[in-house]
């Protein structure tokens, strides 16, 4: 009887573990294979050798060591100021009780939207044009500042809006998910406080950030992960040749490897996968160890 109900539950999980083999486990396999080509021909089908010369290649290609400063300095800013954001925002929510449905749904609104539409609204905020230096310069130039191209113009201005779009985008994620863990505390433990006299500032250290933190750890390894693999952010704004611009990811050279200007690389493509899945594994790894030792 037992064996039937395993052969039973196999059968079940058929359909998953044969979506997940195909879309999965099959490219990965094909991925590690492609790493260690050596000067693959995608035309011939052919390559030289088996080596680690592509991993080589890429950690020495210019334009993939920019790739991984932009992905970085995205990650490293991005990440904790979306979070932080997002936490004050969510515990004033909950301290509103009129029209708190109908302020959730306005700061939800962004992750609902198509993110070329809002890589496109963030382009005519902040890119000047022959008819008008945009709105940001605009306003710029009432309060007496010199107007910046933040699209065109120096590093440091394309990445000011590189981050600001992307808290922009990831915050209504994170502000729901904050929402709901500020909702499910215990109210007992607020009102137990308040009869003690403690302070707003000590029920909030002492009480809400350590019993929401899982989800605080849950969001912040969730958005390392996803600032790693930024791309459609950068493009939204700065079009496809984001080499040109300076202004490429890790995920955006992979993509250039393989269909950009200089693609036809699968096996540079593939390393560069590689090693962008092994930084997002150590980041994550470290990110688990941290929240563990918190707790």
């Known amino acids: 009887m037992e064996n039937g109900n395993n052969r039973k539950a196999w059968l079940y999980l058929l359909p998953a573990l044969a979506f997940l083999g195909v879309f999965m486990v099959y490219p990965l396999v094909d991925v590690c294979i492609y790493a260690v080509e050596e000067r693959f021909n995608f035309a011939s089908q052919t390559y030289t050798g088996i080596g680690l010369y592509n991993f080589s290649y890429v950690l020495h290609d210019p334009y993939f060591l920019q790739a991984v400063k932009n992905t970085f300095i995205l990650v490293i800013i991005t990440v904790p100021l979306s979070t932080g954001l997002a936490l004050l925002i969510s515990v004033g929510l909950s301290s509103i009780e009129r029209l708190r449905e109908l302020y959730q749904t306005v700061f939800f609104l962004p992750y609902v ?18 008819y008008s230096p945009g709105l940001v310069n605009t306003v710029l130039s009432a309060l007496g500042v010199t107007s910046v191209d933040f699209i065109e113009g120096p590093y440091w201005a394309r990445m000011l809006v590189m981050c600001l779009y992307t808290v922009w985008v990831v915050m209504p994620f994170k502000i729901l998910i904050l929402t709901s863990a500020l909702a499910s505390v215990n109210r007992d433990y607020y009102n137990a406080a308040r009869v003690d006299g403690t302070s707003k500032w000590r029920i909030f ?77 150590t980041v994550t790894v470290i990110n688990l160890m941290v929240s563990r030792s918190a707790r």
Request: glycine share 10%.
């Open 205 to 281: 250290t002492r009480i809400t950030l350590p019993m929401i933190s899982p989800t605080i750890f849950y969001l912040v390894i969730t958005g390392f992960i996803g600032a790693f693999k930024a791309y459609s952010d950068e493009v939204a704004i700065f079009g496809t040749n984001l080499n040109a611009s300076g202004m490429n990811t890790i995920v955006g050279y992979v993509y250039d490897m393989l269909y950009g200007n200089s693609g036809g690389y699968p096996s540079f493509a593939s390393a560069a996968a590689l090693i962008l899945f092994l930084i997002v594994f």
């Open 113 to 130: 939207t198509n993110t070329l539409a809002v890589g496109l609204v963030f382009m005519i905020l902040f890119k000047p044009t022959e």
